[in-house]
T-cell receptor, first 114, second 113 residues
Framework: AQSVTQLDSQVPVFEEAPVELRCNYSSSVSVYLFWYVQYPNQGLQLLLKYLSGSTLVKGINGFEAEFNKSQTSFHLRKPSVHISDTAEYFC????????????FGRGTSLIVHP | KAGVTQTPRYLIKTRGQQVTLSCSPI?????VSWYQQTPGQGLQFLFE???????NKGNFPGRFSGRQFSNSRSEMNVSTLELGDSALYLC????????????FGPGTRLTVL
């Protein structure tokens, strides 16, 4: 079984500042890793995913994440945030080559202030 | 291509009633998964259907059930509603060539009074 820990429940930041949302996972097997974003009253939208290969993954809306196997982390970063990035962000893990059913973290609320 | 659609978007029921939620996946997607999202428990996996068969199941009581039709549309049913069933129910579909990626619908907000 896998588990995901999102270390910060809320991250406030000013517009145009950089941001990092932290995610650590636990698994005894190889994993796939995902970041999703959820805007108010909407479903989840995939930002990026790591399946294999390069550990630096680029996604939509200027986000990127780096897979660090030794630290079992998959932190999400953006060099300059906008007001429109205010949303809930979910990190998820699934078993590589397995059922593909992801286990989600509890979410990090990113609040961008003007 | 149209996204995942869920109906209804909002629903209010009373304790003891039953409810049916509907999900239409993206055209060509055969896998449909259901999740319950609450502030207290976060996102929890309910079940997954593939080609009309339940392929995976989460840890929910038997009051929660689902089915999938030949056109891949799926329904989820909750019987004997409890206050704790109030949640956002999300449906997600996956393409045959990218089963690792799920595409989510907007959800159905269920309120149990």
């Amino acid at each position: 079984a896998q588990s995901v820990t999102q270390l910060d429940s809320q991250v406030p930041v000013f517009e145009e500042a950089p941001v990092e949302l932290r995610c650590n996972y636990s698994s005894s097997v190889s994993v796939y890793l995902f970041w999703y974003v959820q805007y108010p009253n909407q479903g989840l939208q995939l930002l990026l995913k790591y399946l294999s290969g390069s550990t630096l993954v680029k996604g939509i809306n200027g986000f990127e994440a780096e897979f660090n196997k030794s630290q079992t982390s998959f932190h999400l970063r953006k060099p300059s945030v906008h007001i429109s990035d205010t949303a809930e962000y979910f990190c998820a893990v699934s078993e590589a080559g397995g059922s593909y059913i992801p286990t989600f973290g509890r979410g990090t609320s990113l609040i961008v202030h003007p | 291509k149209a996204g995942v659609t869920q109906t209804p978007r909002y629903l209010i029921k009373t304790r003891g009633q039953q409810v049916t939620l509907s999900c239409s996946p993206i055209s060509g997607h055969r896998s449909v998964s259901w999740y319950q999202q609450t502030p207290g428990q976060g996102l929890q996996f309910l079940f997954e259907y593939f080609s009309e068969t339940q392929r995976n199941k989460g840890n929910f009581p038997g009051r929660f059930s689902g089915r999938q039709f030949s056109n891949s549309r799926s329904e989820m049913n909750v019987s004997t509603l409890e206050l704790g069933d109030s949640a956002l129910y999300l449906c997600a579909s996956s393409p045959p060539d990218g089963a690792d990626t799920q595409y989510f619908g907007p959800g159905t907000r269920l309120t149990v009074l």
